[in-house]
């Protein structure tokens, strides 16, 4: 039985009437089974993979999700066109909540909504012709008059998409990647759709055709009219087919604009960070790359408050705070390092003592700091060393339990304990990010 639909804390602003698709709360959990055990005992954990997204898609428009992998996108997509069964949330497509649909109820909406996925030759069956492929949905749908009037129809979209006659008897497995991928989009526009999903299309062909496959896409969706939501995994392919971005991470989206003003206003840290790593071709718009710590966590047990808050490197510090938010960003870094228990405080002892003949705690706790503070911990308030030094101190005389306590306790950020507000700096911009809130 599917949960009921969550609205979040401050709603999004008043839509316009020009919606194809509203999405609110929208989750898909997954049960995952962990291991042997798990499975004997029929225990499992829940995968968060898409976790209360809310998107409006207007008509006509390209909306592009982006985000690392395993953030949720692909999921997203396929959730929204009911390839999944959402676990919480509703999606209106023209004023009818899908969620609630059986697969026979969805049949009438079918029609409208295409999808093109990532790998071309995966997504087409290899004991069909091209031709049977892309007539195929033009027979289920009751398109066309007779046989042949579906075959001049599928000519003229092969062509439309760069191929021919020539290739309508042909296998796909005959076809390069770029070809296949052609008949791909092909298929789901034979039916001319209202909407349509195209998760990833470019990822799989080589850099030389990913840009006709792109100029066709939005050509062709300009030329019917259709909605586009389009996943892409960077933000360098974006900025020339969408509308807007949606940045999405750890199941949940960060930020939402308009592409000139994501691109060139950003106010999400991870937005940033991902944008650093896009190449400028003027080189006075270069900035500097963000790096970000470690890897997305796991959407089995996503970070409490603000789900970035692991890897952000603009982290809000504390209002008693005395030293800059750079220096609290090291002292987090060097907090996550000892909650993680992954410090070897034996391989300290044992380097440190290769140094003299006199191993005091004091030498090993200062090898400690130099090998897992990042900077030099004697730029921080004088009070604040204090900490770091005693914290060193207490994992050197293995009172693990001592060290954690003082980080947690000392070393907090508000990024951690509360989830931040959908807040809007202009209508059409949604950023969730406690640096914006009271804005
Ligand atoms: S809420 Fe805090 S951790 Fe999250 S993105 Fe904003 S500054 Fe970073």
Redo the contacts with the bound molecule.
């Keep these: 039985m599917k949960q009921r639909v969550e609205r979040t804390a401050s709603a999004p602003p008043v839509t316009d009437g020009d919606e194809i698709i509203e999405i609110r709360g929208l989750k898909k959990h997954f049960q995952s089974s962990t291991g042997l055990v798990d499975q004997l005992f029929g225990e499992s954990t829940v995968v968060r993979a898409v976790d209360g997204v809310d998107l409006t898609i207007r008509n006509g428009e390209t909306i592009a999700v982006v985000g690392e992998s395993g953030c949720g996108k692909s999921t997203l997509a396929k959730t929204l066109l009911k390839l999944h069964e959402p676990t919480a949330g509703s999606i209106t497509y023209r004023g009818t909540d899908l969620a609630d649909l059986s697969q026979s109820e969805m049949r009438p909406f079918r029609r409208e909504m295409q999808m093109i996925l990532q790998d071309p030759l995966g997504s087409l069956n290899p004991s069909k012709t091209v031709g049977e492929i892309v007539t195929a949905p033009l027979e289920v749908h009751g398109i066309g008059s007779d046989s042949t009037d579906r075959r001049t129809r599928a000519v003229e979209l092969l062509e439309r998409v760069g191929l021919g006659a020539d290739h309508f008897n042909r296998s796909p497995r005959q076809l390069s990647g770029g070809q296949q991928q052609r008949v791909g989009i092909a298929r789901a526009l034979a039916v001319e759709p209202e909407f349509l999903v195209a998760d990833e299309p470019t990822s799989a062909l080589d850099v030389s055709v990913q840009a006709k496959v792109l100029n066709l896409l939005d050509e062709l969706t300009d030329e019917h009219g259709s909605a586009m939501l389009f996943i892409a995994h960077d933000l360098s392919t974006v900025r020339h087919i969408a509308d807007r971005v949606a940045v999405m991470y750890l199941g949940e989206i960060?930020e939402c604009a308009p592409v000139d003003e994501l691109f060139d206003a950003p106010k999400?840290?991870?937005t940033k960070a991902l944008l650093s790593a896009v190449p400028r071709i003027n080189p006075t718009d270069r900035t500097e790359r963000i790096r970000l710590d470690g890897t997305v966590p796991s959407p089995m047990d996503p970070p409490n408050?603000?789900r970035?808050?692991t890897r952000?490197h603009?982290?809000?510090p504390p209002p008693e705070w005395t030293g800059t938010q750079e220096q609290f960003r090291r002292v987090f870094t060097f907090r996550t390092s000892v909650l993680s228990e992954r410090i070897d405080v034996e391989s300290l002892r044992t380097r440190a003592s290769q140094h003299g003949e006199d191993v005091s705690t004091e030498e090993t706790a200062r090898l400690l700091l130099e090998e897992v503070y990042p900077g030099d911990p004697h730029d921080l308030p004088a009070e604040t060393y204090e900490v770091v030094w005693s914290v060193s101190l207490a994992l050197v005389e293995n009172n693990e339990h001592d060290a954690k306590k003082m980080v947690r306790e000392r070393f907090q950020?508000?990024?951690e304990r509360n989830q931040?507000e959908h807040h809007y700096p202009t209508r059409d911009h949604l950023v969730?990010?406690?640096?914006h809130d009271g804005n």
């Design positions: 960060v999400h840290p991870y408050g603000c970035f808050h952000c603009e982290l809000v950020t508000p990024c931040p969730r990010c406690h640096k």
